[in-house]
């Protein structure tokens, strides 16, 4: 995919409102079996009698379909290249079957990077919300993006 | 359904350490897990990869964390009387995983304090270390996990 999106694109302030895609309790139980098999993530029945009172995302599950709407939105056009870390993950609200999750993306800070001419670095705020606007997941990430070529 | 189990809040006192040897990864389940979630070119696309400031094919990092998720579950978590995450203070991505690496997880457990407000349960901050064959560490996590109290589940 062409390149759109360097790193001179992004502004502090700027929002990005991306979705949506609604989960079913297949995909729950199917990325928890793999990766997460907590009862509560992977058995119904169990899950009733489990604190949460019924089937929640493991929420790796929830970070990864936000990655996946982040993509999705703009991520896949931009000349990103990784990143070096996330801080302050927080899970503030269970992802029941049925949710439809949506992402926020808002940028903190850009700075370009002192040892490297051709990069620099992009704090966003990311979060992941459900249908009825609550907030069910949010990070602070990094991201490293190559800035705009001088010919361009 | 919490109680019962095999370890509570009290079996992860700080300075506990436990080392896992973890899976090593196949170029088809780097693409597979990149493919659903995070289908970035140096995740999904070998060649298009090398071109890339990687130089190769590389995991998404949160498929490194999940399969280190993994490894814990099966080594201990499903076990636990666990209540969930609440946060990940941090998580650094050191080091590109690549195909063919094989990954070693240690695990510390850095406090653990039981909670003001319920009586029944407490936080445990863990740091998990990750690390490949050549000993090179690819990521760090420093994560809470609650426990219940072995008192209150026994």
Known sequence: ?152 | MAGGKKYYFEDFPPGMRVELAGPTLTREEIIEFAKRYDPQPFHVDEEEAKHSIFGGLVASGWHTVSLCMRLMCDAYLLDAASLGSPEVKRVQWKHPVRPGDTLKLRMEVLAAQPSRSKPDRGVVLHRWEVFNQRGECVMTLDGYGMFLRREAGS
């Open chain 1, 1 to 152: 995919m062409a390149i759109k999106y360097y790193w001179e694109d992004f502004r502090p302030e700027q929002v990005f409102e991306i979705g949506s895609r609604t989960l079913t309790a297949r995909e729950i139980i199917g990325f928890a079996r793999e990766y997460d098999p907590q009862y509560y993530h992977t058995d119904e029945q169990a899950a009733k009698n489990s604190p949460f009172g019924g089937l929640i995302a493991s929420g790796w599950h929830t970070v990864s379909i936000g990655m996946r709407l982040l993509c999705d939105g703009y991520l896949l056009e931009t000349s990103c290249a990784g990143s070096p870390g996330i801080d302050e993950l927080k899970w503030t609200q269970p992802v029941r079957p049925g949710d439809t999750l949506s992402f926020r993306s808002t940028v903190l800070a850009a700075s370009p990077s002192r040892s490297k001419p051709d990069r620099g670095s992009v704090k966003f705020r990311w979060e992941v919300l459900n249908q009825n606007g609550e907030v069910v997941c949010s990070m602070i990430g990094t991201q490293i993006y190559l800035r705009r070529p001088a010919a361009s």
